[in-house]
């Protein structure tokens, strides 16, 4: 079992950045891949990036390419989400999860509390 915990969003300016964290309890948590979502008002919950149990893959969606950077400490059972360059339409409440390497909301057995991102143009 994994409990996990987002925090670090915030209000910034368009081409500013923000890194978010999420921090998680278990023993297993290098077992798990961890995915980053979020989710704008009205909208539904998407991937943003994802992260293999060991660090090695690493996926990202075209909108975010180049600009988000996601990690993780196994040894901390901490990841991260480094989001550069930031633009109004990344504005979201983001969450971090834990689960399966995929792309979809099923994959993710574990979800945190989501923190939400506000991009002012």
């Known amino acids: 079992h994994v409990q996990l915990q987002a925090y670090g969003g915030g209000l910034v300016q368009t081409g500013g950045s923000l890194r978010l964290s999420c921090a998680a309890s278990g023993r297993t948590f290098s077992r798990y891949a961890i995915g980053w979502f979020r989710q704008a008002p009205g909208k539904e919950r998407d991937l943003v990036a994802r992260i293999s149990g060991n660090g090695v893959s690493t996926y990202y969606v075209d909108s975010v390419k180049g600009r988000f950077f996601i990690s993780r400490d196994n040894a901390k059972n901490a990841m991260y989400l480094q989001m550069n360059n930031l633009k109004p339409e990344d504005t979201a409440v983001y969450y971090c999860?834990?689960?399966?390497?995929?792309?979809?909301?099923?994959?993710?057995?574990?979800w945190g509390q989501g923190t939400l991102v506000t991009v002012s143009s």
């Open positions: 999860a834990a689960g399966q390497y995929g792309g979809g909301l099923r994959d993710y057995d574990y």
